[in-house]
Structure formats: C-alpha cells, structure tokens
C-alpha cells in the first residue's frame, strides 16, 4: 500500500505519564482529521487519605468518547490492577472487542463474576508471536518477564513505523511459572530496518543502576528462611505473583511443610493458573479451614493483605480478629512485597501490631524476599541494543522516573527523546514531535457504586468535614420574629474536654445571637441564619482555633 504523505502515526497517554498507577494510552494513524484509534491498558489507581470514600481512580476516556467512531479496540499488556482493572467499568460503553492474553481473558472473566458486573466486554484471545491485524495496525505481542504470569509487549507496525510498547516487563532470565522475555525477538526488531521504530518504554525503575534481581533469586531466599524457622511461617505478597506463591509453595515443600491459603484473591487468582496447566506437580494447597490441624513447625500460611487493606487477612490476623488463623510469639511473618506508594503507613501498622507480639517480620530491608517486575538502567541500555529505537517516550513512572529515563536515553544516543505528560500528542512518525496538553484528561473516581468526575464526587466537602467537624443549628420562627421551634443542634468531630463543653458553646452562642437581634431581623430567614452562622463560626474559632462546618437552618412558619 502506497503511504499517504499526510498519514501520522500519535501516541496519546490518558493515563500513568506522570504518576504510577492508571495505564491508558491511545494510538492514533492517518491523517490529523481521520484517524483510527486503539488502546493500550485500561488501569487503575488506589484513593488515598487525601480521597476520602474514593477506592479507585481511572483515566477519563472523553477524548476516545469525542471519536468513539474511529476507536477500533483495547489491547491489554497483562492483569495487574493498574493496567486492566478499569476495563469493566469504562469499556463497556465503546461496545469494541478487548484482546487479551488466556490468563489475562480469565482474569476478567473473574473479576465480572467476583463483582456482580452485568455489563460484558468482547473478549477475544491473543497469543504471543501470532500477529493479528485491527484496522491499519498489525499487532504482535511478545512475551516479557514480569510478576504476574503472561505479561507482553506489543509490537504495532503501521505504514509510517513501528511502535515496541513495552508494558511491565523486565530481563529475567529465571523466572517461575512464565516464560523469560524473548530477547530473540526483541533483536529481531532491531535488524528490521524497513520501518523506523519508536520505543514506548517503563520507566519506573530507570532511577535504579544494574539489573533487577531474578525471581529465581527470591525463591532461594524464602527457601531458606522458610527452612530454618523454628515455628509457623506466614508470607504475604501480591496475590497476582503467580511466580512468588509457586516459589513459596515449593520451598515449603522441601521443608517438609503444608501450605495454607487465606484470601478469596488468592484463591481466585491460583484457581485460574490451575485451570491453564500453571500448577502442575505441586502439593496439595490447603483452606484456611486446615491451618488449625497442622502442626506448627510444619506450616506455611500464604495470605493476602501485603498493602496493609484493612480487611485483607493479615491485617485481620494481626488485630486478633481473624475467625480461624492466628499467629503467635517465635513465629516468622515475611512481606514479600513493597508498599505501593500511599499504602506505606498501612503496611507499618500492621507490622507494628505483629511485632508487639512477639512474631518476627522480615521485610525487603532484611533479606532478598521481594523484587519488582521492571527494568533497571542496564536493562534499559540493552534494550535500547537491540531494537535501536529512532524515538523514545519514557512512560509508567512519575516525573523523577521519567526525567531519568529521557535523560538516560539521551546518554545512550537516541535520536529522538519526547518526554510526555497526560493529555500530550506526540507524533511519532514522520518528524517526531510532542505537543503539549493537547488532549483533554483527567481523573474518573469510583465512589461506591458512582463512577464520577472529582467535581462530580463531593470529596472537597468530606476533606472540610474532616479537618473542622459539623455543626447544624436548626429553628421556626414566625413573621413576628418568634422562635417557635427549636433551637435543635447536631454538633459532630468537635473536640470536648471535662472543663469545657463546645456544644455549650454553641447553645450559648445561639442564645445570646437571638436575643441580641431585634424581631424585625428575627422575622427574615436569610438575615438571621446569617447572623447565627458568623457568631457560632466565630465563637467556636476564638476557642478551639479552627473554622468549623455551619449550616444554619431557619424556617419561617
């Protein structure tokens, strides 16, 4: 096919350029005003103390809205949270087919039932080094390492160039459970040189020199500590780590332990790697119901909680509230895991609580008991060898990720290095170029059941409420300016003291406002709940040094 002078092919990140969490990015080919549009991920982010009621965060799709006619289908790297979670929620509405590796296809398939969700998506299955075709793009995926099993990159060739989107991956050349990542057919894109290529590339680990250690590594580990404990051994890592749990389930093993499972996530997620052959040849996987009936020098507990998720099962175990699993003094609780950002002061807690009582924890600042699924700098640089990219977009990581990809590709003779931002248009053929805020972004929140926009999800006023309390005043007073009902108060999150009372204060206050305005100003609605709300706000200020919630109601009968 002849290529059209005016045809461009754009890459538009919706979501984690910038931050960690929330992966969404469009890629755009043809000319300015007739483009055809897939998508790469559909993630998620977690609301912190900052978001109060807010559990998750999702890219706003309303630019793939704006041209929902060109959008020809999602295309999914793998199923951790951040890059698949917000597919049941926001996909259903384009009515387009989701490619999907078979573990991630069950994931899904999970998740909608784990749910309750009626609405589906198309789902149709992908497989690695079996190029399909969605429009003008033709789609490979290639096989990465990573810390949840059938991870990819995705090669997408148009008539103008290559893309190598390189999803989570990393350089393992031991992995458990998956396959390493295809180096092979990483070099192979490099020596095609038909097609200049662009590298959409993680960033999350380019601040890190070396390479990241293998998950073979890690088994070693666990194997040992796992091995030499006196007592019970409990472990907690990512349910998703298919790899991981394998790795402490065979160590186990050949300490001569059972395992036990605790965690409906953890279930889930080992039943769908049984049902696509992943398990085979290991033990007998207990329930939590058998974990009273092993002897406690012959015991390991896989369980899940390793965010510090307050209802997860280590924080239950840890707060004494767990229905069947305890742990006691002398045993060993590892944390394979890292805290995700935001979740640190959750995870010290429970830690916290388990130390007090006499268990010892072991973390990655003791031993080699975790390792994140992403590329360190020597990764990046071979690489950057084999596929010999002519443009370079650092994305996944926030800007002191990203400033140090771009600056480490930079150092490693790229020709073209766009560092981007959500919302960006970055042309990557021909002429590469990045256009700022070009694309309108921002967030979606999942409010309970409401999926809403930040203005839309009233956490300004629950952020207010928090910091300053409540205080409602309720009363009737008549066109004579006669209280006739009330005053009725509903006074919350003021602090009180054996000395002094605030909702004395606040009755005081009242009182003393009313009969300080003459009837006439009694008698209108609008002045006096005026006057009643400055003189509590105040009042309450002068003595407790914060501006409390008011609101004021009088009713004039």
């Not at 049941?88 to 384009?94: H, K, M, T």
């Not at 087919?97 to 149709?124: C, H, Q, S, W």
């Not at 991956?169 to 998956?178: A, F």
Request: with cysteine.
């Amino acid at each position: 096919m002849a290529k059209n002078q005016r045809d461009e092919l754009v890459f538009v990140p919706l979501g984690g350029v910038g931050e960690i969490g929330m992966n969404m990015g469009a890629y755009g080919f043809g000319p300015e005003k007739s483009r055809k549009w897939i998508v790469v991920d559909c993630g998620v982010s977690f609301g912190g103390p900052d978001l109060p009621g807010i559990e998750l965060i999702m890219a706003n799709p309303e630019f793939l809205e704006e041209n929902a006619d060109d959008v020809l289908a999602l295309i999914l790297t793998h199923s951790h949270e951040d890059h698949y979670g917000a597919v049941l929620d926001l996909w259903p509405v384009f009515d387009k087919p989701v490619y999907a590796t078979p573990f991630t296809a069950a994931m899904l398939a999970a998740k909608r039932a784990g749910d309750g969700i009626v609405e589906n998506v198309d789902v149709r299955i992908m497989r690695t080094g079996k190029p399909f075709d969605i429009g003008p793009f033709k789609i490979e995926a290639i096989n990465v390492a990573h810390s949840i099993p059938e991870s990819n990159s995705l090669l997408i060739t148009t008539p103008v160039g290559r893309v190598l989107h390189t999803g989570d991956w990393k350089l393992d050349p031991t992995p458990v459970v998956s396959a390493p990542t295809d180096v092979e057919r990483f070099k192979a894109i490099g020596t095609e040189s038909d097609l200049p290529l662009a590298l959409i590339c993680d960033s999350t680990n380019a601040l890190k020199d070396g390479e990241s250690p293998s998950e073979a590594e890690i088994g070693a580990t666990l194997a040992a500590l796992i091995a030499e404990a006196p007592n019970r051994v409990a472990v907690t890592t990512f349910a998703s780590n298919v790899g991981r749990v394998v790795s402490i389930v065979r160590a186990a093993h050949q300490a001569g332990r059972q395992v036990v499972l605790s965690g409906r996530s953890l279930h889930r997620i080992m039943g769908i790697a049984k049902e696509l052959g992943m398990l085979e040849g290991l033990p007998t996987l207990h329930d939590q119901d058998a974990y009273k009936t092993i002897a406690r020098d012959k015991c390991v507990l896989i369980c899940t909680g390793s965010q510090g998720e307050a209802r997860a099962a280590i924080a239950r175990i840890a707060r004494g509230e767990h229905p069947v699993i305890d742990l006691n003094a002398g045993d060993r609780m590892i944390f394979s895991s890292w805290a995700i950002p935001g979740n640190e002061r959750e995870v010290i807690d429970i830690q916290n609580l388990l130390i007090d009582k006499g268990i010892e924890v072991i973390t990655q600042n003791d031993a080699l008991v975790h390792v994140t699924g992403h590329p360190r700098r020597d990764e990046l640089r071979r690489l950057y060898s084999w596929v010999k990219p002519q443009v370079l977009v650092p994305v996944h990581g926030e800007a002191t990720h990203l400033a140090a990809h771009a600056k480490l590709g930079r150092e490693e003779g790229i020709p073209n290095v766009c560092e981007a931002r959500n919302g960006d248009m970055v042309r990557l053929f021909p002429e590469p170029m990045a256009y700022p805020a070009e694309v309108r972004t921002g967030e979606l929140y999942l409010d309970g059941l409401v999926l809403c926009t930040p203005e839309e999800s009233g956490v300004k006023g629950r952020r207010r409420l928090s910091f300053g309390g409540m205080i409602i005043v309720s009363l009737a007073v008549n066109s004579s300016g006669h209280v006739v009902s009330g005053p009725d108060y509903v006074v919350e999150g003021l602090p009180e003291t054996e000395d002094e009372s605030l909702v004395e204060l606040v009755e005081d206050t009242v009182t003393n406002t009313i009969k300080s305005l003459p009837p006439k100003r009694r008698s209108d609605p609008e002045v006096f709940s005026s006057a009643l709300f400055k003189s509590i706000r105040n009042e309450v200020n002068g003595f407790w040094g914060r501006k409390p919630n008011v609101n004021v109601f009088v009713h004039r009968v």
